[in-house]
Each structure stands twice: as structure tokens, then as C-alpha cells.
């Protein structure tokens, strides 16, 4: 498939990533992985209100000529980031785990971007209630209780932040 056809396919039950030709489906968020997603947009809103940063699930960027990720939830400094789909490159990237998900098919996602220039990578799952970060200063990842990020200061309490799981089951 070419980038045109992509960009102009609607697809059927979830967007998928577009990766040098080829189409990659994405899990199908359930319920934990909703929750979580739903939870966390809130809480970013309420920071990027007064950081006055922009809050965006499930979109697509384009990571280099010939890549688009679709992000559960991604996060800008203010200004344009692009027309139809970003050009620049988030502040932040949040990518919730579903259950059939596997950190190691991740790997060429978060690789994607931080190469594009995204500053901070949060995977988060909500079975085993644990979250990893990454940087371009830690590309390795850090297992963390602690959602953060810096130069704006976000920081998210993982317990409190899965405690919305509790809440809603």
C-alpha cells in the first residue's frame, strides 16, 4: 500500500499503523485499556489547561517519510504542529497495553519514536499496573511508580492513576 492509499483508508474497527508499505493492525483496546485511557486524558487536560499544552488520542503521526504511529494519547508544546496529520514531534507519547499486547512488538514503535523526536514514551499496563518510561536520554526504558516528564513538569501518580481501574470494575 502506498502513503496515499493509507492516509485515505478508513479502516474498519481501530486506525493502524503504516509501516514502509505495509499496514499494521493495532489490539483493540478493552475495557482496563479504555479505563485507563479515558483516566489519563482527563488528569493530562487538567495539566495542559495551565501548561497550555495540546491533548490528542488515538492519532496518527508521521514518524519519518514512509511511517505513521497511531498514539493511544499524545501531548504538544503550544504552536502548529501540522495541518491533517502532526509534523512535529510530541512532547509526550502514551501507549496503553492492551491484553494481547507484548512489550517486545513495542520495541520498533518506541524506537520509531524516539528517533522522530518525541521527548518522553510512557507505556502503561493495566493488568500488571506497572509503567515504563522512556527518553532519548534512557532508550533502554526505566520500570517507574511515577509518570513524569520535564521542561514542562508532568507528573502522574501510576497508583493513583490505576486506582481508576478499581473504581470502575
Known amino acids: 500500500m502506498s502513503v496515499e492509499e493509507y492516509l485515505h483508508t478508513s479502516f474498519?474497527?481501530?486506525?493502524?499503523?503504516?509501516?514502509?508499505?505495509e499496514v499494521i493492525e493495532r489490539n483493540m483496546g478493552e475495557l482496563p485499556h479504555a479505563l485507563l485511557q479515558g483516566e489519563l486524558l482527563y488528569r493530562l487536560r487538567q495539566i495542559a489547561?495551565?501548561?497550555n499544552l495540546l491533548v490528542i488520542p488515538e492519532i496518527r503521526i508521521q514518524v519519518s517519510r514512509t511511517r505513521f504511529r497511531?498514539?493511544?494519547?499524545?501531548?504538544?508544546r503550544p504552536g502548529p504542529i501540522g495541518m491533517r496529520i502532526p509534523t512535529i514531534p510530541p512532547l509526550l507519547v502514551v501507549e496503553i497495553l492492551s491484553a494481547e499486547d507484548r512489550l517486545i512488538r513495542l520495541q520498533p514503535k518506541i524506537r520509531d519514536y524516539l528517533t522522530y523526536g518525541v521527548e518522553w514514551l510512557w507505556?502503561?499496563?493495566?493488568?500488571?499496573r506497572r509503567a515504563l518510561t522512556y527518553s532519548p536520554a534512557d532508550p533502554a526504558g526505566t520500570l517507574v511508580t511515577e509518570l513524569r516528564t520535564t521542561n514542562p513538569e508532568i507528573?502522574?501518580?501510576?497508583?493513583?492513576?490505576?486506582?481508576?481501574?478499581?473504581?470502575?470494575?
Do not use: H, K
Not at 474498519?12 to 508499505?21: I, L, M, P, T, W
Not at 507505556?123 to 500488571?128: F, R
Open 49 to 51: 489547561a495551565t501548561l
Open 123 to 128: 507505556v502503561i499496563d493495566p493488568d500488571e
Open 70 to 76: 497511531v498514539a493511544d494519547v499524545a501531548v504538544w
Open 12 to 21: 474498519e474497527n481501530a486506525d493502524c499503523d503504516f509501516v514502509d508499505g
Open 155 to 169: 507528573v502522574i501518580s501510576l497508583a493513583d492513576l490505576v486506582a481508576a481501574l478499581d473504581r470502575e470494575s
